[in-house]
């Protein structure tokens, strides 16, 4: 026998020891190979019985020899032997015998039983959990990331949205009852034909600054674009002067050509692209177009806008006229063609609404026309009339086709060309016209057109009440409102980025702190135009033409999502857009009998309306998305987990709409708390804003001259050879050259030509200041005889009423002398200055209202 199978043997013999058997197990041998019969033993140990296989096979599977047998036999005893001594020295109890089979197979099937019942329990577990959906796996982060990116882009931010939109509508109600109402009816101006006692609003004859001037040839005060050119030598004074005497100066070289290349370029295109309504009317509209611009359209527009801006010479005489910084109020391009007609002569603001005559109701403007090629008058170079400024009762349309001229120039019959890049800047109120461009092979006339006037508020001076003046066309882009002259010259930095600054600006809502002079802003001048009717607010065919025809307040704001931010909707979109959105905001309202403040109420009350019944469904709706989900999953698992899933889940979408509605809420409060406390809320609140400046002192009839109590002289009606000493364009508040206006009246630059010739030295070297005060008399004397030989007076304005009075012969006197001596002694002047500014600070208040 083997290795191998002697130790499989001694294996056998171990393990035999650990199992029960029988009390007594054949076992046979063969000692010659037959199969020998050996003695049976039961030890506790007992080998395991050999397979008849094993016992015939010997280590190469052939028969025993016998000599195995004998060898296992030896093994078998050994074995034997080592277990009964085993036994006999054990102290465990013996082992199990024979009699111990029945309880270990008792004790076998009851396990065996209980095992089968677990395991039957358990499939039917199984079973009854296959029947039922297996709870949903953990999410992963991925899956987080993107539910909850998916719920921010379609529940979250659409709600924010549509809540911001609704808190705008209310904002802009609020602001629409609260201030705007009561500002147009303190704008509203009542012209003087018009008016009658108790009447509402300001009786416009007790507010003249000047008088009702009717112009005759003889107030003509140039002949030639010469006569009207302004040269390097000047000072801004002499520069100023010119400009009030002729009501128009010529400014070369303003733009570089270059500059004004680039610039008539970019106009040319844009008229190319203009659709049906994009452009503006002008007189004479055939063969002209006209637009808005904006400051940062092009780059050529930002680079023209600059040199204008930083011009050495313009700008300082510019801001004697209009004052520091003053604002923007129109800019646009006008365009020529071969076949333009003659304008008819006109100014550009109405005698009865501007500040010819009520200085302290209407602010001055001036116009920059800046020629963009070089222009003859054949091409329709623009005309002015100089010195027509000062005409409030008309008649210059009389002698103005003859005594007219180009800017182009007129010398001995024949015209000359207005240079590329200069410009002609003029007075409003002076009369002027685009001349027909009659040569065929000459190009398109482009002007860029820049107007200014003071901006609404003074530093330090309160609250401006004077308006803008009535019968401009101010075509200019909305956005463009709210800027001064200092936004434009750095359009890039101010007006670029971001791409809604201007329209915070336009709107008066923002203005940065890098910037922080505001201009005219749209809300306010809209506001006032509405009040009068003013050119293109017409009750009648004005509004009927915005409504039927431009869309209504719809149609604004989808042309200028278009045109001014770009997006790109076709012009068939946008008029089905236009159409459903009027219908929405203009439902039951008929211009036909119905003004522009209804028309207005109408609206802001229906976008109101609309956009909190659109907040209050979409609501709705994010709630039912929002908490359905999380209701399903309960309703299918109904387990405690489930159940803790969805109140947690509850209280995250309610705390989600709380968070959202605080946020557009409290942005709301602010924007709303701003209005409150700005300078243009708090002025309509103490109707100090565009309130009327002066309270009449007494009743005054024109029919009977009937004088009261408060005022000493007798009224009179002002000629041009008067001199008229007013006392109503003094105080701080007025940004232009306000007094220095009644310098250059006729009479008055009479009247200092008399005085100039009883003291040509003039301060410091001034004679007459060190006369005696006897000698200084009788030159007062002397000049006033001189004045009114030629049948001058001298007339005094009430401060109270307006009127312009008769002062005695001693009190002229007295004001001759006193003209003499401040004449002649500059500290004199400037205390006569300020005095004047205090007197009429005083009785008006720093802000130029009656207190």
Known sequence: MGKKTRNAKKAGGILAGHESSSSSSPASSSSNGAGRRRRSVTPPLSPPPLSPEKKKSGPEGGEDDGSNGRKENGVVEMQAAAAASAAANATDPPAPTALSAPIKAVALSKSESKRRITREKRAAERKKASERPPPPPPPSLHRKFLSGLLRLSLLDLPLL????????????????????????????????????????????????????????????????????????NMTAGERSDRM?????????????????SALRDFVLRRNAALEEGDGIDVISNENRWSFGIGATEHSSISRALHEIASHPILRPSLEILAGTNPAIIEMTAITSAYGASDQFWHEDTLPKGNSLRYGRAFLP????????????RSMGATEVCPGTHVCGDGGAEDFCPDLGFPASGRKAGRFGTWKAGSALLMNQQTYHRGAAHTD?????????????????????????????????????????WGHTLDDVGDATAYMGRPFFLPALRALGLYNPPSSPEWGWDFVTVTSMRIANGDVGYNDGDDLETFVKERGGVAGAAIKHARKTMGLPISRERAERA????????????????????????????????????????????????????????????????????????????????????????????????????SPWARGIVSSQSSNRPYSPAFSYSPEGMEVGSGTPHPPTVPRRSDVLLGSRLDSAPLASAGR????HHPGNAAWGEILESYDSGGAPDSLLARAPPSVRRAAARSALEDLTRGGRRILLQDADTGYWTVPPLSVGRELTLEALSIRGDERLRALDAALRRMTDECRTGDSGVVR
């Open 578 to 677: 236009t159409a459903t959105m009027q219908m929405a905001l203009e439902e039951n309202f008929d211009p036909n009998g119905s003004g522009w403040r209804e028309y207005a109420d109408a609206v802001v009350k229906r976008a109101d309306e609309l956009l909190d019944s659109a907040h209050r469904y979409f609501l709705g709706i994010y709630a039912v998305l929002s908490i359905l989900p999380l209701l399903v999953s309960f309703l299918l698992h109904r387990r405690c987990r489930s159940a803790g899933k969805f109140i947690a889940g509850s209280f995250g979408v309610a705390f989600r709409v709380a968070v959202i509605h605080a946020l557009v809420y409290s942005l709301a409060e602010l924007a709303e708390d701003r209005v409150r406390s």
């Open 161 to 232: 949205f549509i809540f911001a939109l609704s808190s705008s509508s209310s904002l802009l109600r609020t602001i629409h009852d609260d201030y705007l109402v009561p500002q147009m009816e303190m704008m509203e101006w009542t012209p003087e034909e018009d008016w009658e006692e108790g009447s509402d609003g300001r009786n416009p004859v007790e507010e003249y600054t000047y008088y009702n001037r009717h112009c005759v040839p003889e107030d003509v005060s140039a002949t030639d674009a010469d006569e009207l050119l302004v040269h390097e």
């Open 244 to 260: 009030m005497i002729h009501g128009a100066s010529i400014y070369p070289d303003v733009l570089t050509r270059r500059t004004a």
């Open 365 to 376: 403007s001036f116009s920059l026309f800046v020629t963009l090629q070089d222009t003859s």
């Open 740 to 743: 220095a206006f009644l310098d």
């Open 440 to 480: 065929r092979d000459g190009p398109h006339r482009v002007l860029f057109i820049l107007t200014f006037a003071p901006r609404p508020t003074i530093a330090g001076a309160g609250t401006e009440y004077r308006m803008l003046p009535q019968g401009g066309s101010y075509s200019t882009r909305w956005d463009m």
